[in-house]
């Protein structure tokens, strides 16, 4: 899915309770996101006007990612670390080679099904998310076939049933 203000995002830890603090960010086209301490529910400012932030997975300007899920953000780093995040640093498998699918593809064909048979679930829309996200950070790539930032992201929650679950129309 993409647009002006394109939402991407994801980094993942365990949950937590309640946030202490109260936590700002600001997407990627400027606009202000706050994170409720006590709800956990994130608001976005855009010229003074506030509204829920909508579900899905948005990247900050800092590089932090921040997914929300049903009005709630998914806690992680990112909200729950006093201080803003520096950008992402390179992890160790950023760069390795891609054999046959791609995390985010393989994400995506466990969760939505091979032939899109669970689309209509809740997590098929936020791994298409990644997999755009992967998809662009390949296009910009000098070596295509290498793994991404996101392609991490995807290789990490793939095995988070909550989020996204695995598609039980599948075809074996």
């Not at 086209?29 to 010229?47: K, L, Q, Y």
């Not at 985010?104 to 996200?133: I, P, Y």
Request: proline share 7%; hydrophobic share 35%.
């Amino acid at each position: 899915m993409k647009s002006m203000a394109r939402i991407l995002l994801l980094l993942l830890l365990p949950a937590y309770s309640a946030l202490a603090v109260a936590r700002t960010f600001h997407l990627q086209d400027g606009a202000a996101v706050s994170v409720d301490p006590d709800t956990n529910r994130a608001t976005v400012t855009r010229d003074g006007v506030s509204t829920p932030l909508w579900d899905g997975a948005h990247r900050m300007q800092d590089g932090s990612v921040l997914i929300i899920n049903r009005g709630v953000a998914v806690p992680n780093k990112a909200v729950l670390e006093p201080e803003p995040l520096p950008p992402p640093e390179i992890q160790e498998w950023e760069g390795a080679p891609i054999v046959g699918y791609s995390p985010c593809e393989k994400l995506v064909r466990r969760v939505c099904g091979k032939e899109d048979q669970c689309g209509q679930v809740e997590g098929c829309n936020l791994a298409r998310q990644l997999l755009d996200m992967e998809e662009d950070e390949r296009a910009a790539s000098e070596n295509r076939n290498r793994m991404t930032y996101t392609s991490g992201q995807c290789q990490t929650v793939i095995t988070d049933a909550s989020l996204f679950p695995l598609c039980a129309q599948q075809d074996h």
